[in-house]
């Protein structure tokens, strides 16, 4: 199964392929130093959930996260973002990435103060 097809099995959205690639190449490169502590299993499911966790917040399109409602009414419409937190709490894919990698936080936003981790 490729990255792609994991990918939209994880969020239940179809990314293009293009998207999914560049943002993998990207997020691969910043973390590397990070992963190469890592099994290349690990190093795999780790890029797969980094890549969930920031395509779910930046929504399918626009970048403003994920539909989560719309009203004709008023007009109105509601995104799903930070519901969880900021950083790799905003999701449940950051949360899982960190777990396999603790030093992702950091790529994910998370605030490191010292020698503790602050998640606002």
Same mark, same amino acid.
């Given at each position: 199964?490729?990255?792609?097809?994991?990918? *939209?099995?994880? !969020?239940?959205?179809?990314? /293009?392929?293009?998207?999914? +690639?560049?943002?993998?190449?990207?997020? /691969?490169?910043?973390?590397?130093?990070? +992963?190469?502590?890592?099994?290349?299993? *690990?190093? =795999?499911?780790?890029?797969?959930?980094?890549?969930?966790?920031?395509?779910?917040?930046? #929504?399918?399109?626009? #970048? =403003?996260?994920?539909?989560?409602?719309?009203?004709?009414?008023?007009?109105?419409?509601?995104?799903? !973002?930070?519901?969880?937190?900021? #950083?790799?709490?905003? !999701?449940?894919? #950051?949360?899982?990435?960190? *777990?396999?990698?603790?030093? +992702?936080?950091?790529?994910?936003?998370?605030?490191?103060?010292?020698?503790?981790?602050?998640?606002?």
């Amino acid at each position: 199964m490729s990255l792609v097809d994991d990918i *939209k099995d994880l !969020t239940g959205i179809e990314y /293009s392929a293009a998207r999914v +690639l560049a943002l993998s190449a990207d997020l /691969s490169v910043m973390a590397e130093e990070c +992963l190469d502590q890592l099994s290349e299993q *690990k190093q =795999k499911l780790a890029i797969k959930y980094l890549v969930a966790h920031f395509l779910t917040l930046q #929504g399918v399109n626009d #970048g =403003k996260g994920q539909m989560q409602s719309e009203s004709l009414g008023d007009a109105s419409w509601t995104y799903w !973002t930070y519901d969880k937190g900021a #950083g790799s709490n905003a !999701t449940d894919f #950051g949360r899982l990435a960190r *777990k396999i990698a603790p030093c +992702l936080g950091d790529i994910m936003g998370d605030k490191l103060y010292g020698a503790i981790r602050l998640i606002r």
